[in-house]
């Protein structure tokens, strides 16, 4: 079987917060009124990507991968680990939290959820929610307490937000996407959120969106090992930036800012998904050229001995991201 670059076509989602960003920036399409998530590598049964190049066009991403075996795609994993996305909040998003993977497993989920957040772009003076303002996780009773009494804002701490920030939002974090913010968002390959607020917003279905106070309740942690890097700049020199994103036991994202006609070379045989920021540049693989430009997604198997991403714009953002 034939291993290469896969050019991986976004799977997008309208939700009510959403916006037009990601259509206006990136060019990305959508039958729906908005396009709030695009998913930009994702095997899922509620989202999976179709290849755009090369042999396998036109295969979903789940096929290739069950083709080609789990192992050459990904290395020592039982299904595809992350899903990555851009979020465009127009609006804000429920105040919510995610469960570990103690916690999925014990309770028939396919994974906890912990996540990172790089900002793509946002208005003047945007905050999104990190975390709570007490060191005391708050009980069911105490957290529909609040509701009720329309103060759960006051348990939140909250973040002011630039361009360029990134944020690690470990399982158990209670936390939200203020208005204004677009993200690229890094996490494990899970769905599953619990809110604790959404605004009193009405769905299209006409009614409030559901609650998950009493699960939000068992998963909600304040407290948290330090056992991630973020913001380590590995080089800057002579128009190349390699910087990290954030590394933990779970994900390394790095970000590259190439200057023109400069080159980073990838020669570690590990499973990479690269999405271009802005600029354009190519991927050179096995002697083929992939042209990247701004808004691409593409999945490097594993198998693939090695590649280079060269930039051919004055500025050529990527990130990049393993498992």
């Known amino acids: 079987m034939k291993f290469y670059p896969l050019k991986l ?11 037009d960003y ?25 989202g999976v990507n179709i290849i755009e190049n090369g042999e396998y066009e036109g295969k979903t991403f789940e096929d290739y991968i069950t083709d080609a075996g789990i192992n050459n795609v990904c290395g020592d994993f ?13 609006d804000r998003l429920s105040v919510q939290v995610h469960p570990d993977d103690a916690y999925a497993k014990a309770n028939g989920l396919d994974a906890g959820k912990t996540e ?29 307490k609040a509701n009720n009494e329309g103060r759960l804002s006051e348990m939140l701490n909250y973040a002011d937000v630039h361009k360029g ?3 690690f939002i470990p399982a158990g974090l209670v936390h939200a996407i203020g208005e204004g913010i677009v993200i690229a968002e890094i996490q494990q390959n899970s769905n599953t959120t619990y809110r604790l607020y959404d605004y ?9 969106r559901e609650l998950h106070i009493q699960k939000a309740s ?15 700049v590995i080089s800057d020199k002579d128009g190349e930036r390699t910087e990290i994103l954030c590394k933990c036991d779970l994900f390394c994202v790095i970000k590259y800012n190439l200057a023109s006609g400069k080159s980073a070379f990838f020669e570690d045989g590990s499973m990479k998904s690269i999405i271009c920021l802005d600029g354009k540049g190519v991927i050179y693989c096995d002697g083929v050229d992939y042209p990247v430009n701004k808004g691409d997604s ?22 990049v991201s393993e498992a």
Request: aromatic content about 12%.
């Open 9 to 19: 076509k976004p799977v997008t989602k309208s939700i009510i917060w959403g916006g």
């Open 22 to 46: 990601l259509e206006k920036n990136f060019g990305f399409k959508s039958d729906d009124e908005n396009i709030a998530e695009a998913w930009l590598a994702t095997c899922r049964p509620d």
């Open 78 to 90: 039982e299904a595809f680990p992350l899903l990555i996305k851009f979020i465009d909040a127009n």
């Open 116 to 144: 990172m957040w790089y900002i793509v772009d946002c208005k003047e003076g945007a905050k999104l929610v990190y975390g709570l303002k007490s060191d005391k996780a708050p009980t069911f009773e105490e957290i529909e």
């Open 165 to 167: 920030d990134c944020f």
């Open 200 to 208: 009193d917003r009405i769905g299209k279905d006409g009614n409030k």
């Open 218 to 232: 068992e998963v909600i942690k304040t407290v948290f090992p330090d056992e991630f890097v973020s913001g380590k």
């Open 298 to 319: 593409y999945l490097i198997p594993k198998a693939c001995d090695g590649f280079v991403i060269k930039s051919e714009s004055d500025e050529f953002e990527i990130i």
